[in-house]
């Protein structure tokens, strides 16, 4: 079965300092992955998603991630962070019927300090 | 409509009561997934549809959920007999195709009391 593993429960990032999130994956075939934000009393919103092709990944409000079949990662970018950007994380791999059931990893929080 | 609408916002039921959840996708979409999000930790998939019909009910409980996808009418999650450990946010989400974009409601918190 496949899992989703966001080893960060909380991060802490000074605002217009970079940021990486980290996502390590199992699944037993090529996986379909995605980071999803999610706002306080919110629902989820895709921030980007990798199917196949290029590795690299760019995404809304200048989020990318990186694909790493050898790492089994897909761990999460924004060069300058801000304030905005505080809100929990979540990487997820696609599989199931039509890989369009998700897994979800526990979660990433992210704090903005000014 | 051009977002997934949750009612209601809040449901309290004293444990034992039934909670009935609603949802509507998005027009156009043939997909809703619905998801049980507990203590603000990872998200669990409970089970998924392809217009009407079940498409993925891998994540669904054997007893006491139960859910359906009518024409015409919101989606709806169904629990009998609630136990506090039903206690959680309850999202739904709707997609034109699989694979593509999922498009989150803003969820129904479930209290059990």
């Known amino acids: 079965a496949q899992s989703v593993t966001q080893p960060d429960i909380h991060i802490t990032v000074s605002e217009g300092a970079s940021l990486e999130l980290r996502c390590n994956y199992s699944y037993g075939a090529t996986p379909y992955l995605f980071w999803y934000v999610q706002s306080p009393g919110q629902g989820l919103q895709l921030l980007l998603k990798y199917f196949s092709g290029d590795t690299l990944v760019q995404g809304i409000k200048g989020f990318e991630a990186e694909f790493k079949r050898s790492q089994s990662s897909f761990n999460l970018r924004k060069p300058s962070v801000h304030w905005s950007d505080a809100a929990e994380y979540f990487c997820?791999?696609?599989?199931?019927?039509?890989?369009?059931?998700?897994?979800f990893g526990k979660g990433t929080m992210l704090l903005v300090s000014p | 409509g051009e977002e997934v609408a949750q009612t209601p916002k809040h449901l309290v039921r004293g444990e034992g009561q039934k909670a009935k959840l609603y949802c509507a996708p998005i027009?156009?979409?043939?997909?809703v997934f619905w998801y049980q999000q507990v203590l603000k930790n990872e998200f669990k998939f409970l089970i998924s549809f392809q217009n009407e019909n079940v498409f993925d009910e891998t994540g669904m409980p054997k007893e006491r959920f139960s859910a359906k996808c009518l024409p015409n009418s919101p989606c709806s999650l169904e629990i009998q007999a609630t136990k506090l450990e039903d206690s959680a946010v309850y999202f739904c989400a709707s997609s034109q195709q699989t694979n593509e974009k999922l498009f989150f409601g803003s969820g129904t918190q479930l209290s059990v009391l």
């Open positions: 997820a791999v696609a599989a199931g019927s039509g890989y369009s059931t998700l897994t």
């Open positions: 027009k156009g979409h043939s997909y």
